[in-house]
């Protein structure tokens, strides 16, 4: 992926809980999580309790995928949208 196709955004908690939920529900380690995002287990972590200032889209979308819960890109597309309010909405492109 090029920097120029990376999107950052500042998470809220339900994104955290929403991760940390769904791993939990599924029984996934986050060991696994980390291996298969190829980022640190620290990473995972910080990103389930709140204590990281920025993730990728990217990295979100494929947790989502990961964990089979749809509901984790939900809540990041609605944060980007509140981050963002001057993005054109998707019926108006």
């Known amino acids: ?3 120029d196709n990376v999107i950052l ?7 955290g809980a929403a991760i940390r939920d769904a791993r939990i529900r599924r ?5 696994y999580l ?4 190829h980022v640190a287990i620290s990473t995972v972590s910080r990103m389930e309790t709140g204590k990281t200032q ?3 889209l990217a990295l979100v979308a494929e947790l989502s995928r990961l ?3 749809p509901k984790i890109l939900r809540l990041a597309v609605v944060q ?4 963002f309010p001057q993005l054109p ?4 492109v």
């Open 80 to 83: 980007i949208q509140k981050s």
């Open 9 to 15: 955004f500042s998470p809220t908690n339900k994104i």
């Open 89 to 92: 909405d998707e019926d108006a």
């Open 27 to 31: 029984r996934v380690p986050l060991e």
């Open 1 to 3: 992926m090029s920097p």
């Open 67 to 69: 964990l089979k819960s």
């Open 54 to 56: 920025t993730i990728n």
């Open 34 to 37: 980390a291996d298969e995002l």
